[in-house]
């Protein structure tokens, strides 16, 4: 086993996303190994709209570049699909050749490399765990129309990309696919980015890779990872981060996160600083639990983008906000997720995390019981928000709040989700804190079978 695929959790992220199963009892969402003592929010948590790590890391420059996820949005580095190409070094289509100029730009101290166009690099052997050499320095890959790096089928099995600490990768208009890893702990079957190295994607895709004892099917980051104007799909980790894993900073703008599988969180799995712009996370399936996004530690921004038609065997079919993180989502769709069997369709909130949620609709997603919509414990707030057409199989068609849940709305509507038991709108476990405030324009109505069960101000 190579010293990069050592099984340090620190390094990848994966062992704190894996020891930490989701137990569906009488505590509801709360971790089997958590052990986090309850405490009640302080009364102005509620009040303040947090501004996160992730708000203050990235800058003014990366959110004032957005335009609605148009395809053609030319990233710093990328020379786009219209502007002029870089100056670089082309590459014949030859994977021999491709190493060869790998090896030698990271010996010049970096590179500027022009793929061919029309060309698959065939890669047959292993190089260090991976099948090009290990990016040391600052290189970029200029991809053309259809030009694909990929792991032939018969040969080892090994992941494509390493980029080592001092290491910085930039992929521009290339499909990274068919890498696969075997041994436990070996993540980023894809793509493996060490701390203090970084990978910025452009107009790329990273597709059909495997992580067969490992997470980070697609992407493993302990580093910093942009993925711009790209698609992260059919990718497959055996644990933690089917599309993507994050332990370091994370940044998803204008991309897809699509069709990814996991036993837990199968789109995106984050336990550091992720922010995700303009972008989808959809048709994502986890084995046991969070179909979507699993934020398992540290803080997020999810805005201006769509959570949908993801689907969880157990628990949360879409965004869970594990314990103690801090969450920020912004005029974001969260919809038609799925927990099959058990609680959370749309949204988890999990012991003292801190959720706050503006401008959005959460609407027909569905629970195997209670939550369809959404399911809390912990602090959650809601502003101008609407959330219908959920269903639970139980109680909490729209809204789930376990007794150490604070749930505050503002200017928000619950309307016509369904229940098959009890609290079609809202249901507040005994010792829950639910606060409407219905002068700001907050409404619950036309639910089923009732729009709410212990709710101060709202008509049964």
Known sequence: MSHQEQPDTDRSGGGRAKSRWWAVGVTGLALTTAGVAAAAPAANAVERTRTTVADRLFTDEHRDKRDGGKPDDKSKGDPGKTGKKSPGTPVSCDADALIAAITLSNARGGGVLDLAGNCTYLLT???????LPAISSPITLNGGEHTTIERAAAVDQFRILNVEAGGHLTLNHLTVTGGQTTDPGADGAGILVAAGGSLTTNHSTITRN??????????????????????VSHNTAATTGGG?????????????????TALNGAGVASSETVRIEHSSISKNRAQVAFGGLL???????????SVTHNIATG???????????????????????VSLTTISGGLGVDSNASVVVTDSIIKNNSAGTNGGGIYTISELVLRNTKIFGNQAGSQGGGIY?????????FASKVTKNIAA???GGIYNEAGGTVNLNTATGTVVVKNRPNNCVDVPGCAG
Do not use: C, F, M, W
């Open 210 to 231: 495997i992580a067969g004892a490992g997470s980070g099917g697609g992407i493993a980051n302990s580093g910093t990872a942009r993925i711009r104007s790209s698609k």
């Open 125 to 131: 052997a292993s190089i260090d765990d991976a099948g």
């Open 244 to 260: 993507i894993l994050n332990s370091g900073l994370l940044e998803v703008s204008k991309a897809g996160i699509h069709a990814n």
């Open 421 to 423: 038991t009890d609290g």
């Open 401 to 409: 709040n376990e007794p150490l849940g604070t749930l505050t709305l």
């Open 315 to 337: 628990v949360v079919g879409g965004i869970i906000a594990s314990v103690g993180t801090q969450v920020t989502i912004r005029s974001t769709t969260i919809a038609d997720n």
């Open 295 to 305: 934020i398992d530690s540290g803080t997020a921004v999810v805005a201006d983008s």
